[in-house]
């Protein structure tokens, strides 16, 4: 792993770069130069999906790079329709990202009109227990969904992904993922570029010579969440590693903690029902 990036310690001993790099509606065009301009910018986090589509793409540019395996850390996750079949989807994930293992597989939703996300949770212990996947975790997990797999699975997730932004700071949800050794990973950090464009985080950026990306990603690295904002932008990728040698301070930080309004710029899970 790049020396530059922080590690997160997970509940089952493996550690996971709080820094990565994010590819939802990253087209099959565009996939392969962003991911390599990503590698090349140091980023070695990748979070996929099997729903994005574009998991071939991330293996070629993975195979490209000629970095180690070891140097990776690639998440992907299983779709909603395959939760009563989570060994042959993590293995089909595998195949098109031309990997043997991926870092940490995710239960994408917990889906309860579609899907079975207990049922599914049982099989993700044997996905982890037949080497295919170094960690197992879940997203857009709430306090119910947690509580409905824990009470009867003692495997718990190591990552909980969730919408989390300035505008949606998910603190009783990023508070009871810490209660049960759960590390929240905060997807759409930028709020799909929303939260950008708030007064405040302007003023920080300002005042700091950085930009509205960089400290609204520099707040989610010293609030502790693990981040992987999406770009198709080279200037803009390069931009958003560019985050270890500032700091907001604390008057900063509770600037943006003061911004919480219950913003959601994607689907809540209690409604989603794909
Ligand atoms: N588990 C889930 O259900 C779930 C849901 C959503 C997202 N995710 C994961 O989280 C990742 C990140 O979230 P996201 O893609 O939803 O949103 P995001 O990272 O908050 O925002 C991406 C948007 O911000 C723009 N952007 C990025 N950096 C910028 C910068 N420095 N200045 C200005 N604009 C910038 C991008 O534009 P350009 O690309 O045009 O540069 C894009 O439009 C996803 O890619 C995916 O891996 C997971």
Redesign the pocket.
């Known amino acids: 792993m790049t020396d530059v990036v922080p590690t997160v310690a997970l509940n089952d001993g493996n550690l996971i770069p709080q820094l990565g790099f ?4 990253v087209s099959t065009e565009d996939i392969v130069p962003a991911v390599s301009t990503a590698l090349e910018t140091g980023y070695r986090h990748i ?2 999906a099997a729903v994005y589509g574009n998991e071939e793409g991330v293996g070629k540019a993975i195979k490209d790079s000629g970095l180690a395996r070891d140097d990776l850390f690639v998440t992907t ?1 299983l779709w909603n329709d395959q939760h009563h079949n989570v060994v042959d989807a993590a293995k089909k994930s595998l195949d098109k990202l031309g990997l043997d293992q991926v870092n940490l597989y995710l239960i ?2 917990p889906s309860p009109a579609k899907g079975d996300f207990t049922k599914a949770w049982e099989q993700m212990q044997e996905v982890r227990s037949l080497g295919l996947a170094k960690s197992i975790g879940v ?2 997990f709430h306090q119910v969904h947690l509580d409905a797999i824990l009470a009867i699975i003692d495997t718990v997730p190591a990552v909980n ?1 969730i ?1 989390l ?1 300035p505008t949606l700071a998910q603190r009783e949800l990023t508070a009871y993922n810490a209660s049960k050794g759960i590390v929240t990973e905060a ?7 929303k939260d ?1 464009e708030n007064a405040a985080v302007i003023e920080i950026a300002d005042k700091l010579n950085r ?1 509205a ?1 960089q400290v609204i990603l520099r707040w989610h690295l010293q609030r502790g969440h693990v981040v ?6 080279p200037h ?1 990728i390069k ?2 590693f560019r985050l270890f040698d500032f700091e907001l301070d604390k008057a900063d930080l509770k600037a943006i903690d003061a911004l919480d309004a219950g913003n959601r710029v ?1 689907v809540d899970p209690e409604v989603a029902d794909f």
Not at 228 to 233: A, C, D, E, Q
């Open positions: 994010g590819v939802w509606q979070d996929t996750k994408h939703w997203s857009n992904q919408e932004h997807y759409s950090p930028l709020g799909l570029s950008l930009t990306a992987f904002p999406k770009s198709v932008t803009r931009e958003n994607g």
